[in-house]
């Protein structure tokens, strides 16, 4: 089965689970399709992708989302006294992201041609 993975990353601030009734906090999650493109020093953000990269993305998520693929996603807190053993890292989420409808419709694949006699 296919995966993705990112080993590390940090969360920009505290995230609340619950609120003060106690409660269960809601969040949004989403994702893009991308290719890893070269950090530009002049800019300071990462260069746009090309339009044939852009065109791949694009065929990629039509075909994700024919398929009816999501992403099943798992957050782990990666405790220090833990190292890499992943069986001692809490799982603190888990959800699902499901493939939005793409903005563009895939094109037709054009039907076969076909004698008159049915060969």
Same mark, same amino acid.
């Given at each position: 089965?296919?995966?993705?993975? =990112?080993?590390?990353?940090?969360? +920009?601030?505290?995230?609340?689970?619950?609120?003060? %009734?106690?409660?269960?906090? @809601? /969040? =949004? %999650?989403? %994702?893009?399709?991308?290719?890893?493109?070269?950090?530009?020093?002049?800019?300071? =953000? /990462?260069?746009?992708?090309? &339009?044939?990269? +852009?065109?791949?993305?694009?065929?990629?998520?039509?075909?994700? /989302?024919?398929?009816?693929?999501?992403?099943?996603?798992?957050?782990?807190?990666? &405790?220090?006294?833990?190292?890499? &053993?992943?069986?001692?890292?809490? +799982?603190?989420?888990?959800?699902?992201?499901?493939?939005?409808?793409?903005?563009?419709?895939?094109?037709?694949?054009? @039907?076969?041609?076909?004698?008159?006699?049915?060969?």
């Amino acid at each position: 089965m296919a995966q993705f993975s =990112r080993t590390k990353f940090k969360l +920009k601030q505290d995230v609340i689970a619950v609120d003060d %009734a106690g409660n269960a906090n @809601e /969040y =949004r %999650a989403s %994702a893009f399709l991308q290719f890893r493109t070269e950090w530009d020093d002049n800019n300071r =953000r /990462y260069k746009e992708m090309t &339009d044939n990269q +852009k065109q791949i993305c694009e065929e990629l998520h039509q075909q994700l /989302y024919q398929a009816g693929v999501e992403f099943g996603i798992s957050i782990q807190y990666r &405790d220090p006294m833990a190292g890499d &053993d992943l069986k001692l890292m809490p +799982k603190i989420a888990t959800f699902s992201l499901l493939c939005n409808e793409p903005k563009q419709k895939p094109k037709p694949q054009p @039907e076969p041609q076909v004698d008159d006699d049915g060969w």
